[in-house]
C-alpha cells in the first residue's frame, strides 16, 4: 500500500529503450508506431504490465502519448505536464510536444513521408482517436496499418510485469446501495427504449459498478480487469482471468451471471451476429467495434450504460462518502496539525511528509489503498502540477516557502481527494495575494447556485474570475468526477474550460481545485471535493435551483489568507466552514490537535 518512491522510470529510458523499438518496427515492415497512454481497457491510471508510455519515454503522467519514427520522436502532453515532462524524458531523443494543441495528428500530418507506414494496436485506441489519426494520415500521404502484436511490447518481451490477477470480491450492499439485479434489469430497460439487444461493457468501472465487485488490478483503484455483455434481459456474460475468481464470486453474481474467461470474448462477440450492439466508443477500443462489425453485428455507437447512474451517487453512497470524509478529514486535520508544529521546528522533505500522512490513514484502520499517488511538492516542486517525489527529486521545505500536499484515499465506503496548501516559516505578501485569489475562486464555486441543464464548463469561470482580474490562471481543469470506492477520476461530469455537453445532476461528485503556479518558485491549490444538492427555491426565486454540498474537512491555512482581499461575504463562507470543520473533526483527534485545530478554525 505504502507509496515508493524509486527510480523505475527515468531519463534514460528513451535511450534505451527506443531502439528496441525501432529493430521491433523493421522487423514488422513499419516506419512508426504510435503509443497512447492508454491500455487496452482505456484506463487512465494503469497496471505496469500495461504502462507502455512510461517504458518507453521514462515519463509517467496520466495523460500523453509518443509517436517514435525511424529517426525521430516526438512526446505529446497536456498543460498539467509540461515542467514533469522536461524532468523525465531525455529531450534528445524526444520532442516534446502539446497533446491538446493538434497533438499526435498534427505530427503524423508535418513530420511523416508520403508513403511511410505507421503501425498502431488496435486494442490502445479507441474508434474516435482512430478515426482522427486516420484523417490525419490520409492527409499526409502515409498509410496506418493495425500491429499485432505491436513492436513495444516485442522490444518489452520478458522483461515486461505480468498481467495482474488481483481477486474479484463482492462490495456489499451496504456500501453499493443498489443489487447487480436491480442495476442490470434497469440498465436492460434502457436497452430496449434505444432499440438494443446487448451492450458491449468494456471500462473496469463499469464492470465494478454494475456487478457490486472490486477488485485490485489497476494501481491505487480497486477495480478488475474484465469485459462483459449485457442482455436486454437483464442477463449477462461476464468475463474474468479464472485465477481473479474467488470462491464467493459465482454466488454473489446469481443465476442470471454467467461467468467466462478472456479465451471466450471472442466467440461470444461472434454470436452477437445480426444483434443490435450498444458500444461505447470514447472507453471500448477499435478492436472490438472490429470484432463486432465482423461478426455481422449491427454497431450502435453510445455512451456506456453504466456511465450516469453511476456518476450519480445513491443515498447509501453519499452518506457512505460522507462517513468517508469525515474520517480522512481526521487524519488529515492530524498530519496539518505535524507540518504546523514539528514541521516548523523541523521542516520535512517530501517524502518524509508523503509518509507521514499515509501513516495518519492508515491509522484510521479503515484504508484500502491511496487513491493516487500523493503530491507533496515544496517551494518549486509544488509549481509541478502533478509532481510526485522521488528520491532523486526529492527536495526539503524551508523556512518562507510553500507545501503543497494532494492526496487521498480509498475506503469500502468512499473515495477522497484534497489539497491543502501550507506555509513553513512566515510567507510572503506575494504568496498571501496568490493564495487569496485562489480561494476567492474556491469559495464561488462552492456558494454558487445553479438551474437544472447547467454544466461544469459554464461554471469554470466562476473558480478563475479573481485571477483573471489579476491577468493570472491555471493551465488544468478546475474539476473532475469522482466514484464510489472507484476510480479518483470519474466523467462524464467535469468543471473545465473545455466544453462539456454533461450537465450536473443531483448525486454527482465533483472537485473543487483551482490553483496558481509560478514556475520555478511555488505552487497553490485549494480542493475540497463536493457533491450536486436536489433542486431547491431560493427566497423571491421563480426556479429552483441546484446547488453543491462540501465533503471534505480539513482546515485551511489561514496564514495564508488576506483578509482585506476578501468580501465580507466570502469572509462569512470561510469563517462557516472552518466552524463545521472545528465541530465534526474536533471531536475526532487528539486533544493536542484538537486544540491545535481551534485555533486554526477560529473566525478569520
Known sequence: MRQTFDESTDRAFGPRHVPLIRKAMADQGIDGFVVPHEDEHQNEYLPAANDRLAWATGFTGSAGATVILKDKAAIFVDGRYTLQVRDQVDQATFEIRDLVEGGVPAYIELATARGQVIGYDPRLHSPDALDRLKAAATKAGVQLRAVTPNPLDIAWGQARPPQPAAPVVPHPLQFAGEDSASKRHRLGQSLISCGAHAAVITAPSSI???FNVRGGDVIRSPLPIGQAILGADGSARLFLDPAKVTAELPAWLGNEVRLETPADLPQALAELSGKSVLIDPGVSSSWYFEALTNAGAEVRRGEDPCVM???????????????????????????????????????????????????????????????????????????????????????????????????????????????????????????????????????????????????????????????????????????????SYLGVHEGPHRIAKMPNAVALRPGMIVSNEPGYYKEGAYGIRIETLQFVTAATMIDGGERPMLGFETLTLAPIDRRLVAKAILSPEEIAQLDAYHARVLAVIGLLVPADVGAWLEKACAPI
Not at 330 to 357: C, M, Y
Request: net charge negative.
Open 208 to 210: 465494478a459498478w454494475l
Open 309 to 483: 447512474p453511476r456518476a450519480c451517487k445513491n443515498a447509501t453512497e453519499i452518506e457512505g462518502t460522507q462517513r468517508a470524509h469525515v474520517r480522512d478529514g481526521a487524519a488529515l486535520t492530524r498530519f496539518l496539525h505535524w507540518v504546523a508544529t514539528e514541521g516548523q521546528i523541523n521542516p520535512p522533505d517530501e517524502i518524509e511528509a508523503v509518509s507521514k500522512l499515509e501513516g495518519f490513514r492508515e491509522a484510521t484502520g479503515a484504508l484500502k489503498d491511496l487513491s493516487f499517488d500523493t503530491i507533496a511538492g515544496a517551494a518549486s516542486n509544488g509549481a509541478i502540477v502533478h509532481y510526485r517525489p522521488t528520491e532523486r527529486l526529492n527536495k526539503r521545505t524551508e523556512k518562507g516557502s510553500l507545501l503543497l500536499v494532494d492526496s487521498g484515499a480509498q475506503y469500502l465506503d468512499g473515495t477522497t481527494d484534497v489539497t491543502r496548501t501550507v506555509a513553513i516559516g512566515d510567507p510572503t505578501a506575494e504568496m498571501c495575494e496568490r493564495f487569496t485569489l485562489v480561494l476567492k475562486g474556491h469559495l464561488a464555486l462552492a456558494r454558487v447556485r445553479f438551474p437544472a441543464g447547467t454544466t461544469g464548463s459554464a461554471l469554470d469561470a466562476l473558480a478563475r474570475q479573481a485571477l483573471w482580474a489579476h491577468g493570472l490562471d491555471y493551465d488544468h481543469g478546475t474539476g473532475h468526477g469522482v466514484g
